[in-house]
Structure formats: structure tokens, C-alpha cells
């Protein structure tokens, strides 16, 4: 069956220091891999997709990035972070079908 | 993307039966009705999928009306563990991807 992992389960991160957050599926194979962010009590919103090795798709101008250096592996990057970057972030992945999230960050700026 | 409305909480007893609605006036003809169940600190949690009429697996059932405007989920004598948010979302499958929105879910708090 195929499973996703997303750590660190929590980051606690001084302004204006860089993040970088991975994440990996197991069990199958050229996934579409999607980050979002979850700000407290509000929805997610999609960051950034991917439907192959290379290729990101961005939703939201911001001062994160994200790249795809193999299959299954997906990460988000920062070089400086904001405040503004707080909250929950989440990895998911499909095959065609739903998509299926990890357990996701919870990314604290300082 | 079609954009969803839910009913922002619902309050139930155990044991009853909830059914929370949700509305998507400009579903498209690919797009397809999919409900998360998400716990607090956790990523959401895919619960079921139809395209219409009516869906049921082990844990919930999905109607979806004829003009598929609206769909509601059923979950059959809920306990304590069922509070949660859930999130109706539409979206297109058939393709590569999926963009979909989600909006902010139906608050459930299950009541002893």
C-alpha cells in the first residue's frame, strides 16, 4: 500500500533563517505531489503541484519554493523566513484518483 | 475551480446520524465530490468520492442529487471519535492533477 512521510513533525524557526521540508511517498509510482499550508482554524491552500521529476506548479507568489529531485520526493524550501510563513504544512499525493496527505508540519516562527 | 459552501458547525449526539450538506452551484461536468475528515494536528483523512446518485462505504454514504449541486454525507451513528472538520471539495480527476479548493470545512462536535 502506499504510505507518505512528512518530517519534521514540528520546526520552530528564527526569522530570516531558511526551512526546508521533505517529504517522500512510498508504493507507487509518478505521483502528482501538492503542498499546502493550513493557517489555525482556516483551510488549505495549495502552495505548490507537481506532476513529474523537475516540474513544480506554483499557486501563491511567496518567498517559498519548491522542487522535485526525484519521483517521490518532494520538498519545500525557504531561504528567509517571514513571519507571515507560520503554520501547518501539508504534503499530499494522487494517482488519478483523491489525493492522500501526510501528517503534516507545524512550522513556528520566532 | 467550483467553489463549495458548508454549514461552518454542527453539533450532534452520539449514536445519532449526521448529514452535513454542501453546495456547488458551478459543478463541472468532469468534476467529481470528494469528503476529508481532518483532526486537529493531522492532515486530512479522505473519507469517500462520488460522481452521482449514491455512495457508500464502511464508514460514510454520499448522495448527490440529480444536478449534482449539492451533495450531502451521511455518517451513521457517530461517537465521540467523529468530531472533526470535514471538507467537501470538487474537483476533476480525469486529469494529471487535481486543483482543488478546499474552503473551510463543517466544524462536527459529538456530544455524550
Known amino acids: 500500500s502506499q504510505t507518505i512521510h512528512q518530517w519534521p513533525a514540528t520546526l520552530v524557526q528564527p526569522v530570516g533563517s531558511p526551512l526546508s521540508l521533505e517529504c517522500t511517498v512510498e508504493?507507487?509510482?509518478?505521483?502528482?505531489l501538492y503542498w499546502y499550508r493550513q493557517a489555525a482554524g482556516r483551510g488549505l491552500q495549495l502552495l505548490f503541484y507537481?506532476?513529474?521529476?523537475?516540474?513544480i506548479s506554483s499557486e501563491v507568489p511567496q518567498n517559498l519554493s519548491a522542487s522535485r529531485p526525484q519521483d517521490r520526493q518532494f520538498i519545500l524550501s525557504s531561504k528567509k523566513l517571514l513571519l507571515s510563513d507560520s503554520g501547518f504544512y501539508l504534503c499530499?499525493?494522487?494517482?488519478?484518483?483523491?489525493?492522500?496527505f501526510g501528517d503534516g508540519t507545524r512550522l513556528s516562527i520566532l | 475551480l467550483a467553489k463549495t459552501t458548508q454549514p461552518i458547525s454542527m453539533d450532534s449526539y452520539e449514536g445519532q446520524e449526521v448529514n452535513i450538506t454542501c453546495s456547488h452551484n458551478?459543478?463541472?461536468?468532469?468534476?467529481?465530490i470528494t469528503w476529508y475528515q481532518q483532526f486537529p494536528s493531522q492532515g486530512p483523512r479522505f473519507i469517500i468520492q462520488?460522481?452521482?446518485t449514491k455512495v457508500t462505504n464502511e464508514v460514510a454514504s454520499l448522495f448527490i442529487p440529480a444536478d449534482r449541486k449539492s451533495s450531502t454525507l451521511s455518517l451513521p451513528r457517530v461517537s465521540l471519535s467523529d468530531t472533526a472538520v470535514y471538507y467537501c471539495?470538487?474537483?476533476?480527476?480525469?486529469?494529471?492533477?487535481?486543483?482543488?479548493?478546499f474552503g473551510t470545512g463543517t466544524k462536527l462536535q459529538v456530544i455524550p
Open positions: 507537481s506532476v513529474g521529476i523537475g516540474q
Open positions: 462520488g460522481y452521482k
Open positions: 471539495l470538487v474537483g476533476d480527476y480525469g486529469r494529471g492533477y487535481q486543483k482543488v479548493t
Open positions: 458551478n459543478i463541472a461536468t468532469n468534476d467529481y
Open positions: 499530499a499525493w494522487s494517482g488519478g484518483g483523491p489525493q492522500h
Open positions: 508504493g507507487t509510482s509518478n505521483p502528482n
